[in-house]
């Protein structure tokens, strides 16, 4: 991969019905693309996930039911558009950026496939996937940030001078997550070293090893600190796969 800073690279993210990426929908989807010496592109989607959103998730992204239903795109259409982006930046050789990538491309996988349309993956076949996760990145670089909730978006954000004003949007988000990767590339440029396909197989131990290491502290930590000894951290990257059911 050449040097990250002078690529150019596309960003995602997604808000959704809620936290689980494997029953949850897509309610909105930002794409944008930036560097290389070209005008920045932008494109965003607010989709109508067909089942009702929480008055939780409504409150982190601002989409109620009947602006949903009233302005929201059929998702077959909506969907596909986006993964369509992703294919043409994976066929590219775009790399890719999401802050907490298997979230979002887990969510997209599934929903792709709720609605009968080809995943990414099944779009860009034999292609690598030159997907980078500033989240799994960052813990991996800088393994000692205390405080609870400090690595997620904002902070992790702040940390890296990150200044953005809209958070949770999915524009916003996408964005910041994009200006994360800038960051950690100019401040660990040993990054720049590994190429695409290194680079993912690279994050996904990094990831394995992370939801190790929280597993086996779940598991010893005391009950009043949320200890539980059957807690399952499930370290997959960037595909959570849907359980097995009993006889698969």
Do not use: C
Request: proline content about 8%; aromatic content about 8%; overall charge negative.
């Amino acid at each position: 991969m050449s040097s990250f800073a002078d690529a150019r690279k596309a960003a995602w993210d997604t808000e959704t019905t809620g936290p689980d990426p494997l029953t949850d929908r897509i309610v909105t989807a930002a794409f944008t693309v930036r560097g290389g010496g070209r005008p920045d592109r932008d494109f965003s989607w607010l989709v109508n996930p067909q089942v009702a959103i929480p008055e939780a998730a409504t409150a982190v992204h601002g989409i109620s039911d009947a602006k949903a239903q009233a302005e929201g795109a059929d998702p077959k259409v909506a969907l596909d558009e986006l993964a369509t982006n992703l294919a043409r930046a994976v066929e590219w050789g775009m790399p890719i950026v999401a802050f907490n990538q298997s979230f979002d491309w887990t969510i997209l996988h599934h929903d792709l496939v709720r609605h009968g349309l080809p995943t990414v993956e099944e779009r860009v076949g034999l292609h690598p996937l030159p997907l980078i996760d500033p989240h799994v990145i960052d813990k991996q670089v800088d393994r000692w940030v205390k405080g609870s909730g400090q690595r997620k978006l904002k902070p992790t954000a702040e940390r890296y001078g990150v200044q953005l004003e809209d958070w949770h949007t999915a524009e916003a988000d996408a964005l910041a997550a994009l200006l994360i990767a800038e960051a950690q590339f100019e401040r660990y440029p040993q990054l720049n070293n590994y190429g695409p396909a290194e680079l993912f197989a690279a994050q996904q131990a990094w990831r394995a090893e992370q939801a190790a290491d929280l597993q086996a502290y779940f598991r010893s930590a005391p009950k009043e600190r949320g200890g539980d000894p059957k807690k399952i951290i499930d370290g997959s990257w960037p595909l959570i796969p849907a359980p097995r059911k009993e006889g698969q």
